[in-house]
């Protein structure tokens, strides 16, 4: 089965993607089923399901997989659209959020955490779709500060660091990559609390 990323940046499409009964049905059609097999899973009427299917469709979130005869109607076939769905982040900040310039800020980490989301999705999708593989890299790192302080100096050299070994492999004719080096407190115990 063919794998990729649904990237999910219109209003419409997020609205449609959050409500509960779309995400159950969502859910249930990574597994093909028509409409009749879902409103027996759902103990729901067969047109109320067959409504949210639709607009599940029109909104490119579940595609046809194959129609059936079936007493002397056409069965649709429908499954979630393969692969992995990505809401561009910033269709979740309700208004416009200017972030603040402030590399200590978690504002400004946020919102180029949320653009990183949003542009490596877009182009993921663009590639799979022209039968490519995007190239990227990630390296991750825990550090353990002992003194607040050390976390303005650890940036520092960090950044200093960064600069050197870009400036040994920068090419004015090569193709740019972004970088970003981002840094939060370890949530506590999964809670998602600083600790």
Do not use: W
């Not at 990630?138 to 607040?148: I, K």
Request: glycine letters at 8%.
């Amino acid at each position: 089965m063919a794998t990729g990323i649904t990237y999910v940046d219109q209003p419409d499409q997020v609205r449609l993607a959050l409500s509960p009964i779309r995400r159950e049905l969502l859910a249930l059609l990574r597994t093909p089923s028509s409409a009749t097999q879902l409103a027996a899973a759902l103990d729901l009427p067969r047109q109320r399901v067959n409504y949210h299917l639709r607009a599940l469709e029109n909104a490119g979130l579940v595609e046809l997989v194959e129609e059936r005869p079936r007493r002397g109607c056409v069965e649709r076939i429908m499954r979630t659209r393969p692969g992995t769905f990505v809401v561009d982040p910033t269709m979740m900040i309700a208004g416009e959020v200017e972030h603040a310039q402030d590399q200590y800020a978690a504002e400004h980490l946020v919102g180029v955490a949320a653009a990183t989301v949003r542009d490596v999705a877009r182009m993921q999708a663009g590639a799979v779709a022209k039968g490519k593989r995007l190239l990227t890299f990630t390296v991750e790192a825990e550090v353990r500060f002992g003194h607040p302080g050390d976390v303005r100096a650890f940036t520092d050299e960090l950044a200093e660091a960064l600069r050197q070994v870009v400036a040994r492999f920068d090419s004015p004719d090569g193709r740019p990559y972004r970088m970003v080096v981002g840094g939060h407190p370890a949530p506590a115990d999964n809670q998602g609390e600083a600790s």
